[in-house]
């Protein structure tokens, strides 16, 4: 399957951690990256890579895989960080942009 | 600054045609590939379409195949998709996007987007 699966909705209190998943077979041999979408802007990429950050990204935005799973983690949630997150991978045999569903995070 | 703009949306007729552009500026053009994801109004992101750097390998998604061409005039850093026979499910917000590098790296940089709507 080229699908990747995100939960729709998470919840996460002020300054709590809150880890958003994405899985999909695609992410066993592609590491998956994760944009920011706040509503009405473009999205903007936070990780990539193994973990890495762009820069200006905080460094309590955080990426981990393990298997078919890509995990983004915000440790110390911020109010600014309430938004709609999207991973993405590539299809292995055609190098289609795969995205997720996308999670809409809250920040309580 | 890295920059891209989109310009060339609005509103047409299911079975129309539409010419989006999207100019870049700040990076050498010529040397990145580039992609087009557009948002249906509350949805979550959809993959369109690819091209790399020289222009010579194009991607599409199954459900623009035929309908969508994709392509890049690199003497005016303008990114284009000509969009034909349109139906109301390709009513979206289109961005224009840039890779890291090529089609297998991240997407790196975003613009702000420009609203197709197809209605009669």
């Known amino acids: 399957s080229s699908e990747l699966t995100q939960d729709p909705a998470v919840s996460v209190a002020l300054g709590q951690t809150v880890r958003i998943t994405c899985q999909g077979d695609?992410?066993?041999?592609?590491?998956a990256s994760w944009y920011q979408q706040k509503p009405g802007q473009a999205p903007v990429l936070v990780i990539f890579?193994?973990?890495n950050r762009p820069s200006g990204i905080p460094d309590r935005f955080s990426g981990s895989s393990s298997g078919n799973t890509a995990s983004l983690t915000i440790t110390g949630a911020q109010a600014e960080d309430e938004a709609d997150y999207y991973c993405?991978?590539?299809?292995?045999?055609?190098?289609?942009?795969?995205f997720g569903g996308g999670t809409k995070l809250t920040v309580l | 600054e890295v920059q891209l703009v989109e310009s060339g949306g609005g509103l047409v007729q299911p079975g129309g045609s539409l010419r989006l552009s999207c100019a870049a500026s700040?990076?050498?053009?010529?040397?990145?590939?580039m992609t087009w994801v557009r948002q249906a109004p509350g949805k979550g992101l959809e993959w369109v379409s690819s091209?790399?750097?020289?222009?010579?390998?194009?991607y599409y998604t199954d459900s623009v195949k035929g309908r969508f061409t994709i392509s890049r005039d690199i003497s005016k850093n303008t990114l284009f998709v000509q969009m034909n026979s349109l139906r109301a499910e390709d009513t979206a917000v289109y961005y224009c996007?840039?890779?890291?590098?090529?089609?297998?790296?991240?997407?790196?940089?975003w613009g702000q987007g420009t609203l197709v709507t197809v209605s009669s």
């Open positions: 996007a840039k890779f890291s590098t090529t089609v297998t790296t991240p997407v790196e940089l």
């Open positions: 700040g990076f050498t053009f010529s040397t990145y590939a």
């Open positions: 091209i790399s750097d020289s222009g010579d390998n194009t």
């Open positions: 695609s992410l066993r041999s592609y590491y």
């Open positions: 890579g193994k973990n």
């Open positions: 993405d991978s590539r299809d292995s045999i055609d190098n289609r942009v795969i």
